[in-house]
DNA sequence: GGTCTCATGTAAATAGTTACATGATTTC
DNA sequence: GAAATCATGTAACTATTTACATGAGACC
């Protein structure tokens, strides 16, 4: 059977936060959360397996190494043939995203939804976004400052633009079709 | 085992596309791919199962009928049930989309990359999303065009201005990032 | 003593894609 | 007669989440 459109993602992340720094699992977890959420996520019933199967063909090496509490730990760090590899999938095309948008979904059959409900859906959809761009100004003030000797700084404040343009856009689209559809009832 | 953020998607996908009017399991599969492929889709692997599913529930009716060209095939309508189902769903609160942007992701891991790989990155995203954009323009002068008659059509325009504001934020944003990355290299 | 975070891992279930099998009819 | 479209369905595989199990140390 012929490999999906981009297979093996979850181990291409882990490579590459780990071009970043060795890690452990906890702190891959940690760190998908913490920093590139926004368009990336796993779980750690993806991360522990993904990390295994990486070690044993040979692209990372893990040590045990007690954590900062005296628990067992592993950190891992790549190896040459990890760097390789992820150099490899860099270059590669990115498969575009297959999307699943509910809100849409359901923004879509409105004329089949009980009275209120789109424009609930609309408040939400607004609400989650507010948040969401009042978290991504922090991280953009602080990107912006270690613009100068962080070297992956322009790629990660790049990637936070993406996030706040996409939010301010959503706002703006919201604002867009709750005039739109309100015009309709009349 | 408690639910999934929002499950069985699919079935209430093939639910909604029924409010519209009775179609096969092809059909639905044409409608998915045709008109809401840009926010949600669906492969064959999934919506026969779910329409088998969902008949054994009552939640639908098959129906045998000869096609256009005298095939077998099974025309599904909505039974009340499904129609009921299908409106407390949408009254519930649209799940978050869990991303995955391989293109950010590369993105973020460009200072990894060899040279020149995250300018043809940013060049394959501006070709995808221009191509986009001319296909949705001509989506959105027909539904316009509709407007007045039918009901569904707000909706459907709303959903998507929202491909639209989406992809022109994108190609923005190539714009942006080019020169963020550009005057970074100095 | 209870809760939180650190830390690793497995099991079960759901979700979803791709390939394949089959067969009719239409178009070139 | 080959290719495309209509039409349904299954099998195999990949992906992914959630729940659970376990245990240590930190904080209240």
Redesign the interface.
């Given at each position: 059977m012929k490999p999906a459109a981009?297979p093996r993602?979850t181990e291409?992340?882990i490579l590459?936060t780990l071009?970043l720094r060795p890690m452990s699992g906890y702190e891959i977890g940690r760190f998908i959360r913490g920093t590139?959420a926004?368009?990336?996520?796993e779980s750690f019933g993806q991360i522990y397996p993904a990390l295994a199967s990486l070690e044993a063909r040979g692209f990372i090496a893990g040590r045990q190494e007690p954590g900062a509490r005296g628990q067992r730990r592993t950190i891992y760090s790549l190896r040459p043939a990890g760097?390789r590899a992820?150099?490899e999938w860099?270059?590669l095309?990115?498969?575009?995203?297959?999307?699943?948008?509910?809100?849409?979904?359901?923004?879509?059959?409105?004329?089949?939804?009980?009275p209120g409900?789109?424009a609930?859906?609309i408040d939400?959809?607004r609400a989650?976004h507010r948040a969401q761009l009042a978290a991504y100004q922090s991280m953009e003030t602080r990107l912006r400052g270690s613009?100068e000797r962080d070297?992956?700084a322009?790629?990660?404040?790049?990637?936070l633009?993406?996030g706040v343009?996409?939010t301010e856009?959503v706002l703006?689209?919201c604002d867009?079709?709750e005039t739109?559809?309100s015009r309709?009832e009349d």
């Open positions: 981009s993602r291409y992340v590459g071009t590139i926004h368009f990336w996520r760097r992820f150099r860099l270059a095309p990115a498969a575009p995203p297959i999307p699943r948008y509910e809100h849409s979904l359901k923004l879509f059959f409105g004329a089949e939804a009980p409900a789109t609930q859906l939400e959809l989650r613009l070297p992956h322009p790629f990660h404040l790049a990637v633009l993406g343009r996409y856009m703006a689209w867009e079709i739109l559809l309709q």
